[in-house]
């Protein structure tokens, strides 16, 4: 192995002040969460950096891995040297031949966070420059796009080396901002919405209305999917699914058509919040964007909220599909979300729904009908579900239906 640890550097935690320690502490617990599985990584955090000593554990699996966490700016696999000019001259020579250095262009760029260490940062870059073009034949110098680029970080503890900068995920650790629930419907919107909620440090729980036999089995193995897709960015994600068929059906009975999607729409609100509220979360978390349907017209919403408090989060308020679609592509759940399988929000969808619904009018529907009993009991009929990203014999529950 060329490398023997990864050095991660931080994003916007880097920014804040006294709590700092709070941020770092929650990134170590989910890097070791997520690489909970490599029994022989050892994990070192300071105020600065953070390292992942690996200990004979595969590189290129620990790293995928890292891509996803958040609150991760960049990482580097790096050798650890003792910080002794002639072993960081050998110790990056070894680096340079196992990366098969020969004919190639190469750059140094040293970093003295040290300001102890005696040596400059442009006094590195001659040395360590100087010594590698002449024990590597056909190595040569460039600064501007060389093939190589050998970075050499002098911190108080030792000095480390590498080759590689690999990009992270940015944003704050997920649990740095507390706790809310994602209304996860299954179509291409909300997964995109609870990705760049968990990027901005809230830990997620979803949510999902489930309408048998209007809804098949199928329809909830995709956001099982998704869910599982979303548990990437930490290891593990849990999913609510809720028995809504009672309700809808009630509904599109006592409802008039054109406020049937506003009074379903507010049901889910209700049953949502009563989530969160028992799972101590603080806020809820939409895929809405303004104007798309009919049902997140900034009326439909205004009347829609009047059920709860709670703060209603919209990652996607402002945003254009194309532009939801492009980070679903990235994100990878595109393809699972496009599954033609019908969820209950596009089921028994009325013809000419209300884009401009009335508070006053969907509290005079929802008189026609207690509606209370039924809301309990579908919160007491949840079926809760543990995804992880790793969990193999999840992915097979439903494998006899495909």
């Given amino acids: 192995m060329i490398y023997d640890q990864i050095l991660v550097r931080y994003g916007e935690i880097s920014t804040k002040g006294r709590n700092r320690g709070l941020f770092v502490d929650k990134l170590r617990e989910n890097v070791q969460y997520v690489l909970r599985d490599f029994p022989g990584i050892k994990i070192k955090a300071n105020r600065d950096r953070m390292y992942i000593i690996l200990n004979g554990e595969k590189l290129d699996e620990v ?46 760029q040293a970093r003295r966070a040290d300001k102890e260490f005696p040596y400059h940062s442009d006094e590195m870059n001659n040395l360590l420059g100087g010594h590698l073009l002449q024990n590597i034949e056909g190595l040569t110098v460039d600064v501007h796009h060389p093939d190589l680029e050998l970075k050499v970080e002098v911190r108080k503890d030792a000095v480390y080396l590498t080759c590689e900068v690999i990009k992270g995920a940015g944003g704050l650790p997920v649990g740095s901002s507390g706790k809310a629930m994602l209304m996860l419907s299954g179509g291409i919107d909300s997964p995109v919405a609870g990705y760049m909620a968990m990027r901005r440090g809230l830990l997620l729980e979803g949510v999902h209305f489930y309408s048998p036999p209007f809804t098949s089995e199928r329809s909830k193995q995709k956001v099982i999917d998704l869910g599982k897709k979303l548990a990437g960015v930490n290891g593990q ?66 009347t829609i909220n009047e059920v709860t408090n709670t703060p209603i989060i919209r990652p996607l308020i402002s945003m254009d599909k194309t532009d939801i679609i492009k ?66 014999n999840q992915q097979n529950v439903f494998a006899d239906l495909f």
């Fill in 327 to 392: 980070i679903a592509e990235d994100i990878d759940t595109l393809e699972i979300s496009n599954r033609p399988y019908e969820d209950c929000c596009t089921i028994f969808t009325p013809a000419q729904p209300k884009t401009k619904p009335k508070r006053d009018k969907a509290n005079q529907y929802e008189t026609h009908f207690d509606f209370e009993p039924l809301l309990q009991k579908a919160v007491n009929h949840i079926e809760t579900i543990k995804l992880s990203s790793q969990d193999e």
């Fill in 63 to 108: 790293c995928t891995r890292l891509k996803n966490v958040f609150g991760i700016q960049s990482f580097s696999p790096v050798v650890r040297v003792n910080k002794d000019m002639e072993l960081i001259k050998e110790s990056s020579l070894k680096l340079f031949q196992k990366l098969h250095a020969q004919g190639k262009t190469f750059k140094v």
């Fill in 237 to 302: 994600f849990i999913l609510h699914i809720v028995p809504f068929t009672e309700i809808q059906q009630l509904i599109y009975e006592k409802v008039h058509e054109n406020y049937a999607m506003t009074i379903m729409r507010r049901m889910m609100l209700r049953i949502t919040d009563e989530i969160r509220e028992r799972q101590e979360g603080l806020a809820i978390v939409t895929g809405e964007s303004l104007g798309q349907v009919a049902s997140q017209t900034l009326d439909s919403m205004f």
